[in-house]
């Protein structure tokens, strides 16, 4: 059985920084594409980053430059390091774990369906 637990998520002033981590069990972790989402009140989900299995990542671009995604496959853990953080990222924010081929890095990456299992969620609060 596949679990992806996170961890990392509170309250944060304007500027701040958080590092999420994303813990997977049940399936060869390095084999697997390691994806952020998260959700704001009222809003859909939202692709944020994602780590590939060969080690490559890609950011939607509001957090580009402030976020980084990375992986620790000794670990079974993908992390999410976040600074300079603004009120408009507050949301849950979800890591999600699917089969992507090593190459390929096109849009099928940032979209839920690439990804078949998911955490619980954590919030992230920033307050101005």
């Known amino acids: 059985q596949v679990q992806l637990v996170e961890s990392g998520g509170g309250l944060v002033q304007a500027g701040g920084s958080l590092r999420l981590s994303c813990t997977a069990s049940?399936?060869?972790?390095?084999?697997?594409?390691m994806a952020w989402f998260r959700q704001a009140p009222g809003k859909e989900r939202e692709f944020v980053a994602v780590?590939?299995?060969?080690?490559?990542?890609s950011y939607t671009d509001s957090v580009k430059g402030r976020f980084t995604i990375s992986r620790d496959n000794a670990k079974n853990t993908a992390y999410l390091q976040m600074i300079t953080l603004k009120p408009e990222d507050t949301a849950v924010y979800y890591c999600?774990?699917?089969?992507?081929?090593?190459?390929?890095?096109?849009?099928?990456?940032?979209?839920?369906?690439?990804?078949?299992?998911w955490g619980q969620g954590t919030q992230v609060t920033v307050s101005a």
């Open positions: 999600a774990s699917g089969f992507i081929m090593r190459d390929y890095t096109g849009t099928f990456t940032f979209k839920e369906m690439a990804y078949d299992y």
């Open positions: 049940g399936r060869t972790f390095s084999m697997y594409a």
């Open positions: 780590i590939r299995s060969n080690g490559t990542t």
